[in-house]
């Protein structure tokens, strides 16, 4: 057996960062080069530029008229309007011809009567240095165009060539070279196998690298091969400016990487108290920062923007951007450990006034939270966690415009969602969807506490055999109003083929299954249907096992985990599984009466009851829309 990396270390992030960037200190500094001004777009100046001439070169008119002097102008009214001869008094000029001594005003052509001589007639006196742009009104030769250390813009590309500058000298974009590493990865195109991952982190580094002012050379992936990705590090480090190494930083028996980088150059730090994303290695070979990341993506991604993207800020010469930051409450308990930094993605809204930070999933591999996050939840070393309600700081990946112009919707799983949220932002530009899936019970709880603006819901009423009424008359004590979702089909979800013969719930006892969490609608559906049928659900073989979504349930049957789950037709239609219809439901929308009112959450009910929404869902089959969008006030209903 191969021996481990047993020399991972638990350095706290910003004592890491600080160690490595005094290492980095006399090797990595920002190189100039000089360039075509026109060609500078999102380059960082490496000083200051100074305007080389005015702007306007002259005395420019303004507008469209003619020159004239203001002094000769006088005594002119509608009472007593005033004649002007063409090169006696005044002479034509369109808006940026100069204007030349005696002239100092221009009056503008639509203030002019023109005579059948030539001669115009005037009935307002001209100003001097009316309606004319002076010689430096826009910028006057020597003054500052642009700082040092600025990022240049469109308008600033402007600026300077109108201020006579042509060649700019900015910081070189350093250059990154990227190793993709591990016998299990392929290439993206190529179809996997048991045991294959796609390759995918390199992709977004090369990505991050651009967006952060660097320029990427990804190589092809290198198998699990020391000495080939020695040699390739080594040859690396003398031709790029810094060198990413994904994968095999941790202690795994083919983690060879800090051992290469150990025999290669020097290895500062290996090892961070960050979660997700501990085994990091900062290194220097030849004179050039390595960066080791963890191959999970998440992990890859946190470390990357810690630890590599103040380096490639450090090499082209910026000063570091703030992060927007803003307070939130969190909308449930979140535990850590004391031992790291925890960056835990959150979905963002406001709600009553509050801005509300709902945790998705927080697997180092779960790469989809970080497309669906709003940001991330920073939960500090030494702290045991967050209780739900408290106080956090949430480092935002949207504007707060767009936050404070979201629906946020905690509650029950549905692939409606998905539509919705792509749906209402194209139907009314500015307005979005956000969504978390806890289960019907725990949107229901979301919202009592506040922290959402609906709750998607399918809990059936065992004893009157209604779904979501008796809930929300039961938890709220607020006047409260049920819109009308969608009808769905309940069923259990089987391999392609049904292979195992499965005709109900009262076959389950006798295969695997997948559940759905405690709370969610489909759970109390299925403890419903096993109490009709007599079966305890501790025969149940999976009982316990638990998945967040309809789709998680479906992926699950569909590789071979487990045989049989409970969920929509829609969801196994999407996984190309077999389905067994248990029976219809409802899927609707819990909302305080008083949240009807808000724009955005109107602009959620009008795309609900939506042509392009019907049509959508009838794409996917299992629904029912006859109700949708239909509005029923609680305290109308009786019982």
């Keep these: 057996m191969a021996k481990r990396n047993l020399y991972l270390n638990n350095t706290p992030v910003d004592e890491a960062l600080a160690v490595y960037m005094k290492a980095l200190e006399g090797d990595v500094k920002p ?61 034509v000029v369109d808006t940026g011809d100069p204007i ?28 001097s240095w009316q309606h004319v742009r002076p010689i430096g009104e826009d910028i006057v030769a020597g003054e500052m165009l642009i700082p040092s250390k600025h990022r240049i813009r469109p308008i600033d590309i402007g600026v300077l060539l109108a201020g006579g500058i042509t060649r700019v000298e900015v910081f070189k974009l350093p250059t990154v070279a990227i190793f993709p590493t591990g016998t299990e990865i392929i290439e993206p195109g190529q179809e996997p196998e048991e045991g294959d991952i796609i390759e995918s982190n390199s992709r977004m580094f090369e990505a991050m690298v651009r967006e952060n002012g660097g ?28 060198v990413i190494v994904n994968a095999g930083s941790s202690a795994g028996t083919e983690d060879f990487t800090v051992h290469i980088l150990r025999e290669l150059g020097e290895v500062y730090i290996h090892g961070v108290a960050i979660k997700p994303g501990k085994p990091v290695i900062l290194a220097k070979v030849n004179g050039k920062p390595v960066i080791g990341l963890p191959g999970y993506p998440v992990s890859a991604y946190i470390n990357f923007e810690n630890f590599v993207i103040p380096v490639l800020r450090k090499m082209n010469g910026e000063t570091g951007t703030a992060v927007p930051v803003v307070d939130a409450v969190i909308s449930r308990r979140l535990v850590s450990s004391l031992k790291h930094r925890e960056y835990v993605r959150v979905k963002v809204g406001r709600v009553d006034g509050k801005v509300v930070a709902s945790p998705l999933a927080r697997g180092a591999g779960a790469a989809m939270s970080l497309v669906r996050a709003d940001g991330f939840c920073v939960i500090p070393q030494s702290s045991e966690g967050v209780e739900a309600g408290e106080p956090v700081k949430v480092e935002l990946y949207r504007t707060m415009e767009e936050i404070d112009h979201t629906v946020v919707a905690i509650g029950s799983h549905d692939l409606i969602l998905d539509v919705i949220s792509d749906l209402m932002p194209d139907l009314y530009p500015g307005n979005y969807l956000s969504s978390t899936h806890v289960g019907s019970m725990g949107g229901l709880m979301a919202l009592r506490r506040g922290e959402a603006h609906l709750a998607p819901t399918h809990l059936l009423d065992e004893e009157m055999g209604v779904y979501n009424v008796s809930y929300l008359k039961r938890l709220f004590s607020e006047p409260m109003a049920l819109v009308k979702g969608v009808d769905r089909i309940q069923g259990i979800m089987v391999q392609k083929g049904n292979p195992l013969g499965i005709r109900g719930v009262e076959d389950l006892p006798r295969v695997s299954y ?93 795309t609900l009851e939506s042509s392009e929404f019907r049509k959508r869902v009838e794409q996917l089959g299992g629904y029912g829309t006859s109700k949708t969008g239909q509005i029923l006030y609680l305290d109308e209903v009786k019982g």
């Design 100 to 127: 030349r001594n005696p002239y100092d005003a221009v009056i503008m052509a639509e203030d002019l009567m023109e005579q059948e001589d030539g001669s115009v007639r005037i009935t307002q006196a001209a100003a």
């Design 31 to 91: 190189v100039r080069e000089e360039i075509r001004a026109e060609e500078s777009l999102n380059r960082v100046t490496a000083e200051a530029v100074y305007a080389k001439y005015c702007s306007p070169l002259f005395n420019a008119a303004a507008m469209d008229g003619i020159a004239v002097v203001s002094e000769r102008t006088k005594g002119a009214s509608e009472a007593e309007p005033m004649t002007l001869r063409p090169g006696e008094d005044f002479v």
């Design 514 to 606: 997948v559940n759905r969490q405690r709370g969610a609608g489909t759970r109390v559906l299925l403890d419903y249907k096993l109490k009709q049928a007599g079966i305890d659900p501790e025969s149940i073989k999976g009982y316990d096992r638990e998945a967040a979504t309809h789709m998680a349930v479906a992926a699950a049957i569909q590789g071979g985990s487990a045989d049989a789950g409970m969920g929509i037709a829609s969801a196994a239609a999407a996984m190309g599984l077999d389905f067994i219809e248990v029976g219809p439901e409802e899927y609707d929308f819990a909302i305080p009466v008083r949240f009807l009112s808000l724009p955005h959450v109107k602009r959620f009910l009008e």
């Design 215 to 242: 320029v990427p050379h990804r190589f092809a992936p290198i198998a699990d091969d020391y000495e080939k990705l020695k040699n390739s590090i080594a040859e690396a480090a003398k031709t790029y400016d810094m």
